[in-house]
Nanobody, 114 residues
Framework: QVQLVESGGGLVQPGGSLRLSCAASGITFRLYAMGWYRQAPGKQRELVGVITRGGSTNYADSVKGRFTISRDNAKNTVYLQMNSLKPEDTNVYYC????????WGQGTQVTVSS
């Protein structure tokens, strides 16, 4: 059974930082491209960034220079370091794994507010 479990969300003030984690099980993690997406109520899910199995990264323009994706294949975990957070970063953040098949986590809420 494949599971992607996100953690690390919460409430943070504007300008603050959070680190999200996504722990994968049931897949050969090192073969998968991993992505982070986010979705606000009533809006489409949007890509935040991806990291390939080789470690290359790409980011949405809205988060470039503020967010960083990394992976630890030994721990089957992908991370999203979020710095300089803005109120518009408030969303549910989802982890995604792709290698032929595609899997999603259940999401974790990030709220940026003073």
């Amino acid at each position: 059974q494949v599971q992607l479990v996100e953690s690390g969300g919460g409430l943070v003030q504007p300008g603050g930082s959070l680190r999200l984690s996504c722990a994968a099980s049931g897949i050969t993690f090192r073969l998968y491209a991993m992505g982070w997406y986010r979705q606000a109520p009533g809006k489409q899910r949007e890509l935040v960034g991806v990291i390939t199995r080789g470690g290359s990264t790409n980011y949405a323009d809205s988060v470039k220079g503020r967010f960083t994706i990394s992976r630890d294949n030994a721990k089957n975990t992908v991370y999203l370091q979020m710095n300089s957070l803005k109120p518009e970063d408030t969303n549910v953040y989802y982890c995604n794994a792709v290698f032929g098949s595609e899997y999603w986590g259940q999401g974790t809420q990030v709220t940026v507010s003073s």
